[in-house]
């Protein structure tokens, strides 16, 4: 008789005692720890305990932060040398990687993300962004951006939930390299880390009010955004509140780049290594619980292809690992808030009522905190709204085609153009491919890398400029073209 034996992973929870949580935080600003008015709690999403509370900034908070981000700008960072500067970002990088595993279990408790994620994605990459813009701030007259490019003054940003310390580093690390100070606005659910890294600007020794950390909500937000004293908003997040935004910046001399959402397509060709793209639909949808605005959340099949590939994403799919963050095995986390799940919950029942087909792998939920199973929807067409609104969790719509060019066609077919992805063994047809689809980012043969050196952003209503690269640089000195 053939037996078949299965192995269960025992428990590898990484411990939370590097960490050392506040039970309650202020602002930081001018180089201090100030303390706040209101306070709000900060939840741990896969178990709902509080970790801490967290000061919601008003106006005076706001104009504190602004002020002292103007001093320091005027009396300090504008006037000192680039190759000072990138002795500050240098130290604040290496000071990262030495506290790396604090900033991952940190992270990982106050998001809901994997250990395993924050560990080797979010922190690594985070410091790889400060490492990378110190080489640039000596160098700025050299990067192609005119001869003697000047900063804009003083930077908000404001910064989601779904990689908070990574998109703090792609703020924060541009805008210093070019010689601009800020006020950044973490988001309301995931402001721990933020905090964190204002420890670290005290021990790197930054001079004070180059960098303040004001922690709220969207009202805060508001308060940055509509500030008249502020000079740039850069701002990662919805696509509404990036329209918002828009139309307060536009009566205004405020630079402004938004990062917004995106419905990626991720277009497989029935030339395409099956075993390799069925990881790669994984990853483009179950990283990050699928909290990714670049996320590959519609797939496109090729017709004659599409029965295979989906057999064989349902057998991989029945191994992801859902559970405990904490877990170094685990591969799909808690969903961040409650509101979110309540989104994802909504859009799914969407998806059933509209008639498309669901399917989730059998996998036991803790019962406490915000879960969601990873999903996908087969039989979706174009109408759906499932296909054309961004869910923001693990749920993929499944579409399929005949001919590269109705792919095109489909793919392209979206208010948003953050990013795409093709599978094909054919360098001709992926270089075909490329250039019809209209988004910022296109990934062949792989999916959701991302690296310092390389612009980010999107077309139409995912946004505004570029973040990363030269591109990236160039959104914060003056007088320079963001495309
Ligand atoms: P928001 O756009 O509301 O939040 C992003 C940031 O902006 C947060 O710091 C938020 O504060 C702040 N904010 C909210 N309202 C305003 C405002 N009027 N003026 C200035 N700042 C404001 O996104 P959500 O967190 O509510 O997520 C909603 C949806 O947005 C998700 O379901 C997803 O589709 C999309 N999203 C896209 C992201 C991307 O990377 N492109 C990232 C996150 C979300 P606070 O959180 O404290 O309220």
């Known amino acids: 008789m053939e037996t078949t034996m299965t192995f269960e992973y025992a428990p590898a929870p990484e411990s939370r005692a590097i960490v050392t949580i506040k039970p309650k935080y202020g602002h930081f600003v001018g180089g201090k720890f100030v303390a706040g008015g209101k306070h709000f709690p900060t939840i741990n999403p896969a178990t709902e305990e509080v970790l801490s509370q967290i000061a919601l900034a008003g106006k005076a908070d706001v104009d504190a932060a602004v002020k002292a981000a103007r001093k320091a700008y005027i009396s300090t960072w504008s006037k000192m040398s680039g190759k000072e500067r990138g002795k500050y970002l240098y130290r604040i990088a290496r000071i990262m990687q030495e506290r790396a595993r604090e900033f991952a279990v940190l992270e990982t408790l106050d998001n809901g993300k994997p250990i395993r994620e924050s560990r080797d994605t979010d922190i690594p990459l985070a410091a790889a962004h400060f490492f990378y813009h110190a080489g640039w701030a000596d160098k700025l007259e050299y990067a192609g951006l005119g001869t003697s490019p000047k900063p804009l003054g003083v930077a908000g940003q404001i910064i989601p939930w779904n990689f908070p310390l990574l998109m703090l580093a792609?703020?924060?690390?541009?805008?210093?390299?070019?010689?601009?100070?800020?006020?950044?606005?973490?988001?309301?659910?995931?402001?721990?880390t933020a905090l964190l890294f204002a420890e670290v600007c005290q021990q790197a020794e930054l001079p004070a009010g180059v960098v303040n950390?004001?922690?709220?909500?969207?009202?805060?937000?508001?308060?940055?955004?509509?500030?008249?004293?502020?000079?740039?908003?850069?701002?990662?997040g919805s696509t509404e509140v990036g329209k918002i935004i828009a139309r307060a910046v536009a009566p205004t001399n405020k630079s402004v780049t938004l990062e917004l959402g995106g419905k990626?397509?991720?277009?497989?060709?029935?030339?395409?290594?099956?075993?390799?793209?069925?990881?790669?639909?994984?990853?483009?949808?179950?990283?990050?619980?699928?909290?990714?605005?670049?996320?590959?959340?519609?797939?496109?099949?090729?017709?004659?292809?599409?029965?295979?590939?989906?057999?064989?994403?349902?057998?991989?799919?029945q191994k992801i690992r859902v559970g405990d963050p904490m877990d170094k095995n685990t591969d799909v986390g808690a969903i961040n808030s409650k509101e979110q799940l309540a989104k994802i919950i909504e859009l799914a029942a969407v998806g059933d009522s509209e008639g498309a087909e669901r399917w989730s792998p059998e996998c036991k939920l803790p019962s406490k905190g915000f879960w969601f199973a990873p999903t996908i929807f087969t039989g979706v067409t174009q109408a759906h709204r499932i296909a054309r609104e961004e869910i923001f969790g693990p749920v993929l719509s499944v579409l399929t085609f005949r001919t590269p060019a109705e792919a095109i066609e489909k793919a392209n077919n979206?208010?948003?153009?953050?990013?795409?992805?093709?599978?094909?063994?054919?360098?001709?047809?992926?270089?075909?491919?490329?250039?019809?689809?209209?988004?910022?980012?296109?990934?062949?043969?792989?999916?959701?890398?991302?690296?310092?050196?390389?612009?980010f952003g999107g077309y139409k209503e995912s946004g505004w400029g570029r973040e990363g690269g030269r591109h990236g640089l160039a959104a914060y000195l003056k007088g320079v073209s963001h495309e």
């Open 213 to 236: 950390i004001v922690t709220g909500d969207g009202s805060t937000g508001a308060l940055i955004v509509n500030h008249p004293g502020i000079d740039k908003i850069a701002f990662t």
């Open 414 to 455: 979206t208010p948003f153009g953050l990013s795409a992805g093709i599978w094909s063994e054919k360098g001709s047809r992926t270089l075909w491919a490329s250039q019809q689809l209209r988004a910022g980012v296109i990934w062949a043969n792989t999916f959701n890398k991302f690296d310092p050196t390389s612009p």
């Open 170 to 192: 792609w703020k924060v690390a541009p805008a210093l390299a070019a010689g601009n100070t800020v006020v950044l606005k973490p988001a309301e659910s995931t402001p721990l």
């Open 264 to 317: 990626a397509a991720n277009i497989v060709f029935d030339d395409a290594p099956i075993d390799e793209t069925v990881e790669g639909i994984v990853n483009g949808i179950f990283f990050n619980q699928g909290h990714v605005c670049c996320a590959g959340s519609r797939l496109l099949l090729q017709e004659n292809v599409a029965e295979e590939v989906l057999h064989k994403l349902k057998n991989r799919m």
